[in-house]
């Protein structure tokens, strides 16, 4: 056996939204495992044309455990799926019907591949307390970290790995203990707690990959984060930490403040500006544009990213915050006549986030965290929290 099991001291949430939207229902068991089962079909057809069990497939024939120890079964059937108290341990699941679209909606899908039932979140952090007997990476006593796609150990994303994402596909890290193989873990940033760690899995290293994982960033150059999110701060912090300078949007004056506080050396409210890709372009040397934007708002951001990117410049897909409608989007030729790159990122390897380690522990970096901390009793709060918008960088959970 190659794997190991970790003690979890820490982990930190995102895609709250998405979780949302899939009315993600979840349950407690003995306060130490939330699950959540969603979807009201199990066969969830893949871009690629695989279905989950092909997918399964993939991912036994690259050895990671799919299942969890589950520290209690959990009861099912028809049970409403919110006690009257709102206590967490009255939550339970069941499937939901197909929700139907309003006139001014649009229904969305998690765009990568699940496996319902499943322990949520991807970020996680803790200390290895057994090692299989072919352990090589770790010992006892490790302090380790999460990767997101535990296939994903080098070079450029291919599909099996794209079916290994924990949380999603494999058991994510809400919980006490868990089980895995050390193909799936880093060793933990050694400047950092427990907590902040537990932040490094997902948002950190996409916003790595945007600035390092194709075209990398130079010093002197500019970039420009939207909003103030988790992969937004790190690109921040990653951005000044190369001598760079930084564009930061956000809707609120107030959070302005604070990512003026973090480095920012100018700070745009897409709110009171929508056309704020114009107004970020005159902030750059002769007006030369952006060289890297970190995009998180996807067809809601778009138009104004092209406005104010600069000839050869990368515009970083990451996300889709500000909705998916497709209107007024700039078309495929667009990247033509501005002269760039715009490229898709999904997290990054195992490689890339010990990089990334490396850099966060020469430059000290340590990642934005909300005051707010969270106890694994208080999952349920915790997304809502986020749902509301009302986090400012990564939001966590203290389980130990
Ligand atoms: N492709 C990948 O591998 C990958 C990895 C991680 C995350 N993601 C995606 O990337 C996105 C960001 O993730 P995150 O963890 O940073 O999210 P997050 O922490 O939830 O970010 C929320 C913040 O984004 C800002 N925001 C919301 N709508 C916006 C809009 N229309 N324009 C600009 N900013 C907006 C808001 O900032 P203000 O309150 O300051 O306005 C908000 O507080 C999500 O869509 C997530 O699913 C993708």
Redesign the pocket.
Known sequence: MLDQIIKGTALSL?????LAQDNANLRAANGKIVKMRNRPHKQIPCEEGLTVEEGLQLVSQLDLPLEAPVVESHPQGDLPIESKDKAFDGLVYQDAPMPKVGESEVLGKYPFPCNFPVVPASDGAGEVVEVGSKVTEFKKGDQVATLFNQGHQYGDIDIPATYTGLGGMIDGALREYGVFNEKGLVKAAKNLTPLENSTLT??AL?SWNALYGLKPLKPGQTVLV???????MFGLQFAKAAGATVIA????DE?GEKLKKLGADHVIN?KTDPNWGEAARKLTPDCAGVDHIIE??GP??MRQSFNCIKFEGVISV?????GVKAEGQPTLLDTLSNICTVRG???GSKALMCDMIRAIEANDIHPVLDEKVFTLEQAREAYEY?WA?K?FGKLTVKIH
């Open positions: 995102h895609n709250a939204a998405l997902c948002a996409t939207q909003g103030t999110g988790g992969v937004s949007t956000t809707s609120s959070k897409y998180v708002g809601g951001t990451i996300g889709f915050l500000g990122v999904y997290v986020m918008q986090h």
